[in-house]
C-alpha cells in the first residue's frame, strides 16, 4: 500500500521561504513521476511542479517558475518543494502525489490532476503578515 505524507507547511510572511517535505512508503518502485500541488479555498486543485523519474525532467508552473524547486532524496524516499520568496498567493494546501509509470510524459508535464493516482494529505501553507 502507498502511502504519501506531506510536513513542513505552516505561517509565512511574504517573502519568506519555507521547505515542503514528503515521505513516500509502500510500492514506490512502481512511480513514474511524483509532483506537488495545491489547492486555495474555492480554487480548483493545480498543479505546481512535477517531477519525472524516467527522464529525470521537471516542470513548473509559471507562476511558481524561479521561486520554487523540486527535489527528491531517493535513499530516504522524500519528495521536497522549497520555496522562496512566498506571495500571499501562494497559499493553499499543498500536496504531494505520485503517477505510475504507465503514465504518458505529456501528462506528467501538463500536471494533469486526474493522472495523479496517489496522493498524501495535504499541508497547509499561508502567507500573510
Known amino acids: 500500500q502507498v502511502q504519501l505524507v506531506e510536513s513542513g507547511g505552516g505561517l509565512v510572511q511574504p517573502g519568506g521561504s519555507l521547505r515542503l517535505s514528503c515521505a513516500a512508503s509502500?510500492?514506490?518502485?512502481?512511480?513514474?513521476?511524483i509532483g506537488w500541488f495545491r489547492q486555495a479555498p474555492g480554487k480548483e486543485r493545480e498543479g505546481v511542479s512535477s517531477f519525472d523519474l524516467r527522464d529525470n525532467k521537471s516542470y513548473y508552473v509559471d507562476s511558481v517558475k524561479g521561486r520554487f524547486t523540486i527535489s527528491r532524496d531517493n535513499a530516504k524516499n522524500t519528495l521536497y518543494l522549497q520555496m522562496s520568496s512566498l506571495k500571499p498567493e501562494d497559499t493553499a494546501v499543498y500536496y504531494c502525489?505520485?503517477?505510475?509509470?504507465?503514465?504518458?510524459?505529456?501528462?506528467?508535464?501538463?500536471?494533469?490532476?486526474?493522472?495523479?493516482?496517489?496522493w498524501g494529505q495535504g499541508t497547509q501553507v499561508t502567507v500573510s503578515s
Open positions: 502525489a505520485a503517477a505510475t509509470n504507465a503514465t504518458p510524459r505529456l501528462f506528467i508535464e501538463d500536471m494533469r490532476v486526474r493522472s495523479f493516482d496517489y
Open positions: 509502500g510500492f514506490t518502485s512502481g512511480f513514474g513521476a
